[in-house]
Nanobody, 115 residues
Framework: QVQLVESGGGLVQPGGSLRLSCAGSPRIFRTYEMHWYRQAPGKQRELVAG???????NYADSVKGRFIIERDNPRTMMYLQMNNLESEDTAVYYC?????????WGQGTQVTVSS
């Protein structure tokens, strides 16, 4: 079955930037809608951004104008460019792939925004 692997998390100061990456299988990148979710301790997992197989994007209001979701289907990669980071962006970020009959999650990567 498909594996999703995130990378790029770390510690960054407020106002800084990070770029998260998610690697998956060719099957995912041909047909699946993909998303970035995040979850902070004690809070529910929330949708941050999504992108269809054709490249149509959507964003949570809290990150709109600061984050950019991209996918590179031939290279089987998805990205989340995070700019002007705030302390409230601190969370574990998860890559998610949604097909018609199945879905997959990555293991998560920690993003900490702190001075």
């Amino acid at each position: 079955q498909v594996q999703l692997v995130e990378s790029g998390g770390g510690l960054v100061q407020p106002g800084g930037s990070l770029r998260l990456s998610c690697a998956g299988s060719p099957r995912i990148f041909r047909t699946y809608e993909m998303h970035w979710y995040r979850q902070a301790p004690g809070k529910q997992r929330e949708l941050v951004a999504g992108i269809t197989s054709g490249g149509v994007t959507n964003y949570a209001d809290s990150v709109k104008g600061r984050f950019i979701i991209e996918r590179d289907n031939p290279r089987t990669m998805m990205y989340l460019q995070m700019n002007n980071l705030e302390s409230e962006d601190t969370a574990v970020y998860y890559c998610h792939a949604l097909g018609d009959i199945e879905e997959f999650w990555g293991q998560g990567t920690q993003v900490t925004v702190s001075s």
